[in-house]
Structure formats: C-alpha cells, structure tokens
C-alpha cells in the first residue's frame, strides 16, 4: 500500500517523500502549493519528486473534505504522514484565518478520514512551539504545554488535542511529533539559515532579535526525516498502566504517543551566526532588534523518549548542516 505524505512539496515533505522513494516504497504526495513563500521552491522539489514512478502527486488542500475521502477511497492508505500546515510563528500574529483554516479544519478532515477508512497509523507535525511560556530545561513531553504563546503554538497544540481524542474514541493510532527549528538544503526562505545567507552574500543587513541573546535546537532536516522514517510502523497501542489519578502528559491509555525531535543541543544564535559567516567567507552586517512577539528565548529538546522507541537520536552539527545547506543555496541560486 502506498503511504501518503501531505505537504509533499513542502520542506521536510519533500525530505521524506525522497527517502521513502528511494526506499522502494510508493508515495502518493498531497499540497495546496500555496503562496506562503516562492512557489518556484515548492515545484523545484515536487519536480524531483516526479522523477520516481513511483510517486503520485495531487494538488489540493486538506480543508476539501470531498476530494480528500476520494484519495483515501482510491488508495486505500494504512499510513499516513501529515505534515501540510500553515507554518510561520510571526505570521500568524497578522494572518490568524490562515492557520484556522489549514492547522484546525484541515487536520480535523485527516483525522476524520483516517477514521473511517482505517488507517493504521498517522503520524502528524506539531511543534516545539507548543511548549510556550515553559523555561524548563531541557523540554520534555512530559512536561504541561498549556501556555502557548502564538496562534500557531495554540494550532498545534489543538492538534494534539484532536488526535488524542481521536485515538481515544476511535481507537485511530495516533503520533504526534514536535519538531525542533528544522534546517537545511531546499529549507524554507522565511527562516534564519535562508534570511541570513542570502543576505550576507547580497550584502546587507541580517535582523538579530532579543540582541542575539536566543538559543536554538537547530536540527538537521536529515535528522527529522530519518526519526520520522523510524517511527512509521512503531505504532503505539497505549500504555496499560496509565495512572489517571496522576495523569502523564506524555503518554496515554489510548493508542496515542508524542516525541520530541530535536538534536538535544542548543546553540547561541550568534554561533549559528558565526557558522554561516565562517562558510561564506563574509561577515554578517548585523542589525540588533528587540524580541518579536511570539518568540521564545531558548528551545532544547529532550529526546529520551524517541530514543528508547526506536533507538534514534538526532546527530548532525550544527556546522555540518550549515555548510551542506549554503553548497546547496549556492549552487540553486548560482551563487
């Protein structure tokens, strides 16, 4: 049976898509190729993608109920990995409809026709975002996540929600997985990586927010992929000894887990910039601004979890990463 990826020509989409191809599986992909950053970027990906037989594409959003139950009918999918959303934390402070839309109602139809055609596992994209005001280090998911502080932190954290509810009344296996500042080649243009080296090699400015003073878990999409890839058929069945009367967080009684994927090694963003300059050869011209709303200072995840189900944790350098994301810029953008 094939597996469906959605948001296939999106970032980690296209990531995982190419490994599950290159494992000899097949892949129907799904995406709305959306605006929300150069769509030039997105069919880039998807036309590699189509180089393999063995992929299948459709365009179409994850709000289209419709067409989305005509895919699973024709298909017959008992995998699922669902990674199309609206992304971007600072957009969703001017752009609230966007995440509603897509992160909501979209992932609410994946978990309804997940249901009713059976699907034996669907694993979902949330995010480390989710744990908000939390300052306790490094983040575990055991920890209480009920304090986001964005819109697209309270849409993930619904979709945990929804998914364990799911898991719980329809016996749907379900997981979860927060991702952790994912980087590298064919990244998304509106994050760090792409906004600085571009314009360190255009020679302007970069914007640093919080005056530098943030620290990130900056992963490795490689590594992403490869604990996604690991997870597919660790389906969880719930955890028989669940204690209600203390009720963990990171677990449940039902077919429902969560992991953190992060490379459980934050860096200063100044050293994230230092890498970057070091690669390119140029100094950064650096403009100093406040922290945006929305942000938090420090992620770290704990991968504790993720390493004792599937013996896997993220490994990748932050300089290593760094320096196959700007060979990759260089040679797309003929840099």
């Known amino acids: 049976m094939p597996i469906l990826v959605t948001g296939a020509a999106g970032f980690i989409g296209f990531h995982l898509s190419k490994k599950l191809l290159e494992d000899?599986?097949?892949v129907v992909g799904l995406d709305s190729m959306n605006n929300y950053y150069d769509v030039s970027l997105k069919n880039s990906r998807l036309e590699i993608l189509e180089g393999y037989k063995s992929f299948s594409f459709?365009?179409?959003t994850l709000e289209d109920y419709e067409n989305l139950s005509k895919l699973f009918k024709k298909y017959k999918f008992k995998r699922v990995i669902n990674l199309a959303a609206q992304a971007g934390v600072r957009y969703s402070i001017t752009n609230p409809n966007a995440y509603l839309n897509a992160n909501l109602h979209g992932f609410l139809n994946v978990l309804e026709v997940c249901r009713h055609f059976k699907v034996e596992h669907l694993i979902y994209?949330?995010?480390?975002?989710?744990?908000?005001a939390n300052t306790s280090m490094p983040f575990k998911v055991n920890?209480?996540?009920?304090?986001?502080?964005?819109?697209?932190?309270?849409?993930?954290k619904s979709n945990e929600l929804l998914a364990h509810s799911y898991a719980s009344n329809f016996g749907l296996p379900v997981t979860g997985l927060r991702f952790f500042t994912v980087y590298g080649p064919w990244g998304?243009?509106?994050?760090?990586?792409?906004?600085?080296?571009k314009a360190i090699l255009e020679n302007k400015s970069i914007d640093v927010f919080n005056y530098g003073k943030m620290k990130r878990d900056f992963t490795y999409v490689d590594d992403i992929v490869e604990g996604v890839y690991r997870l597919i058929n660790h389906i969880p069945t719930g955890k028989k000894d669940w204690d209600s009367a203390h009720p963990?967080?990171?677990?449940?009684?039902a077919p429902y887990s969560i992991y953190n994927i992060g490379n459980n090694n934050p860096i200063e963003l100044m050293t994230f910039i230092e890498a970057i300059e070091n690669e390119i050869g140029r100094k950064a011209i650096k403009n100093y601004l406040p922290i945006q709303v929305g942000d938090v200072p420090e992620t770290f995840a704990?991968?504790?979890?993720?390493?004792?189900?599937?013996?896997?944790?993220?490994?990748?350098?932050?300089?290593?990463?760094?320096?196959?994301?700007?060979n990759w810029y260089r040679d797309y953008y003929k840099v």
């Open 24 to 26: 000899g599986l097949d």
């Open 58 to 60: 459709y365009k179409q």
């Open 125 to 132: 994209a949330s995010s480390s975002s989710v744990y908000g």
């Open 143 to 156: 920890h209480n996540v009920d304090h986001p502080i964005s819109l697209y932190a309270a849409t993930k």
């Open 188 to 197: 998304r243009p509106d994050m760090a990586l792409f906004l600085f080296t």
């Open 248 to 253: 963990d967080p990171g677990s449940s009684f």
């Open 302 to 326: 704990d991968v504790s979890s993720l390493e004792n189900a599937v013996g896997y944790k993220p490994q990748t350098s932050v300089q290593v990463g760094v320096r196959k994301f700007i």
